[in-house]
């Protein structure tokens, strides 16, 4: 566990070195709203995808998830606070420069990374995200209430064994309060990639052109599957690699 010194909040962050290391930096996971890194990433086979290739994986469970500290105030999740989380793992772990993937929420937050602290990331890919605001229509008092998509997604996750739903109501109001913005569009090379069937990723090729990036489709696959899908895992790890 680290702690981000701006505000105590700590951080578990799973760091896995393999056997043969690539020269490479280091990539990092950031995980979709209401799951974990290993959860999101490690069950659905990212870690030995990437282990295979010599890469370093850095796996952080973002505030309000995992093993990480949960606090219930929407103060405590807005973007540059999980930017901070970020910076702190990193430096605590002597890591100077990662390649950054997400999946939904975490793909806002390694473009936050990137955007906000260019010299750290050398390349960003955004599974499950597109530029829509994941939150209109959201009834934030009450999040789960509606039939919007996020609302689909919050009760799916809140139930989820060691998840907090007032901290992920937290969450989602922290997040909320800090609307997306595509502009500036990021200037590092950036792959998006989101399930043909993903409301919440509405937009996500408008995004890659945006960004003068590459977009990959995953067909049939939706919000809550698109992440385990080969083709997904395969093209992020060329995209890393070549």
């Given at each position: 566990m680290s702690e981000n010194p701006a505000d105590g909040v700590a951080i578990r962050c799973a760091d896995l070195i393999p056997s043969s290391p690539a020269d490479a930096v280091p990539v990092l996971l950031l995980h979709g709203f209401g799951t974990s890194f290993d959860m999101n990433w490690r069950a659905a086979g990212w870690t030995r995808a990437l282990e295979a290739e010599g890469l370093r994986v850095l796996g952080p469970d973002l505030r309000g998830h995992g093993d990480s500290d949960k606090p219930a105030d929407s103060g405590f999740y807005l973007p540059e606070h999980f930017v901070g989380d970020l910076t702190a793992a990193l430096d605590r772990l002597g890591v100077e420069r990662v390649d950054a993937v997400g999946y939904s929420m975490g793909s806002r937050l390694a473009w936050e990374l990137a955007l906000t602290h260019p010299e750290r990331v050398r390349?960003?890919?955004?599974?499950?995200?597109?530029?829509?605001?994941?939150?209109?229509?959201?009834?934030?008092?009450?999040?789960?209430?509606?039939?919007?998509?996020?609302?689909?997604?919050?009760?799916?996750?809140?139930?989820?064994?060691?998840?907090?739903?007032?901290?992920?109501?937290?969450?989602?109001?922290?997040?909320?309060?800090?609307?997306?913005?595509?502009?500036?569009?990021?200037?590092?090379?950036?792959?998006?990639?989101?399930?043909?069937?993903?409301?919440?990723a509405a937009g996500a090729q408008e995004l890659a052109a945006l960004c003068g990036g590459t977009f990959v489709e995953v067909p049939g696959r939706g919000h809550a599957n698109a992440v385990s899908s080969r083709i997904l895992r395969q093209a992020v790890v060329e995209f890393l690699t070549s």
């Open positions: 390349r960003v890919a955004l599974c499950g995200f597109g530029p829509a605001d994941a939150f209109e229509g959201v009834d934030l008092s009450d999040p789960g209430s509606g039939d919007t998509p996020f609302d689909s997604v919050f009760r799916n996750v809140a139930g989820l064994p060691g998840n907090d739903p007032a901290a992920l109501a937290a969450c989602a109001r922290g997040q909320a309060s800090r609307p997306f913005r595509a502009h500036p569009p990021l200037t590092c090379p950036v792959l998006v990639a989101a399930g043909s069937e993903d409301e919440v």
